[in-house]
């Protein structure tokens, strides 16, 4: 790695590290180049704004997701805890929750979405593969599988990624996972244990 490029990702860890112990709002540009004990100019130069670096942070995280999801992907699981288990550990973790609040601001929605669809363009092939693997081993029966993985990525940001959700929704979500992919009924039941952590809505 080139030093320019090491300093830009000495840069997005530190920013990383005050996001997640600050959060984002309460971090300034200015306290980041303190801490990395550089030039405003410097930063200047990697990053043109408080916004960039935050899109430049997220990106890391997905890249380190994508990376938990490919070793999860050459592990020897059952078909359906590899599915569900790539789709989980391309969510962020506990503690990374307050960067992510920081994409539900209106500012920030455009930014939002290009993150949600990046998620969805990493995912769908490892997922496909997945599935594709399960219908060899007679586990799983469907076509149109892309579109299917696409579906069951979308629903699963909207119902579950702000730890808003009900044990009815978790129900549904099984059952639908299940009759996704055809499934057997109850293939899928491991989900509760899998999100028991969450938090849910009464």
Not at 1 to 17: D, N, S, V
Not at 106 to 125: G, L, Q, S, T, Y
């Amino acid at each position: 790695m080139k030093k320019g490029e090491r300093r830009k990702q000495e840069l997005l860890r530190i920013a990383y590290r005050m996001f997640v112990e600050k959060g984002y709002e309460n971090t300034s540009i200015d306290e980041i180049i303190a801490e990395a004990g550089i030039a405003k100019g410097t930063y200047y130069y990697y990053f043109e704004s408080k916004e960039a670096t935050l899109e430049a942070v997220i990106d890391m995280m997905i890249e380190e997701e994508v990376g938990r999801a490919k070793e999860i992907l050459a592990a020897s699981l059952p078909i359906p805890q590899k599915l569900v288990s790539v789709i989980y550990s391309l969510r962020p973790a506990q503690g990374e929750q307050g960067i992510v609040n920081a994409l539900n601001v209106k500012e920030n929605i455009v930014m939002h979405e290009k993150v949600n669809r990046r998620i969805v363009e990493e995912a769908v092939p490892l997922l496909t593969e997945i599935v594709k693997e399960g219908i060899s081993q007679g586990m799983l029966s469907c076509n149109n599988i892309e579109e299917r993985v696409k579906m069951l990525l979308i629903i699963s940001q909207h119902t579950f990624d702000d730890g808003d959700f009900s044990d009815r929704d978790v129900e549904v979500y099984i059952d639908m996972v299940e009759k996704t992919f055809g499934a057997e009924a109850g293939t899928m039941n491991f989900i509760r244990e899998l999100i028991s952590g969450g938090q849910r809505s009464e």
